[in-house]
């Protein structure tokens, strides 16, 4: 899988990487759902959430680097 960017898609993440939803949930993204979250990218659901998107990114990226 290519490295995630803060500009990539969630939804296009959770199509690919169903698995990388509790991340998603360990920012406090519980409506994985719905067409508004899974459009947004990255660095906007970081953003929204008050979250480091680079450190969000880092971990995101090393766990499918692992798999």
Do not use: Y
């Amino acid at each position: 899988m290519a490295q995630l960017t803060k500009e990539t898609i969630i939804g296009s993440v959770l199509d690919i990487a169903p698995e990388t939803a509790p991340f998603f949930l360990s920012i406090g993204m519980h409506c994985l759902g719905c067409p508004s979250s899974r459009g947004e990218t990255i660095e906007q659901a970081c953003e929204v959430h008050g979250i480091d998107c680079d450190s969000f990114l880092e971990e995101l990226n090393a766990f499918l680097a692992d798999k």
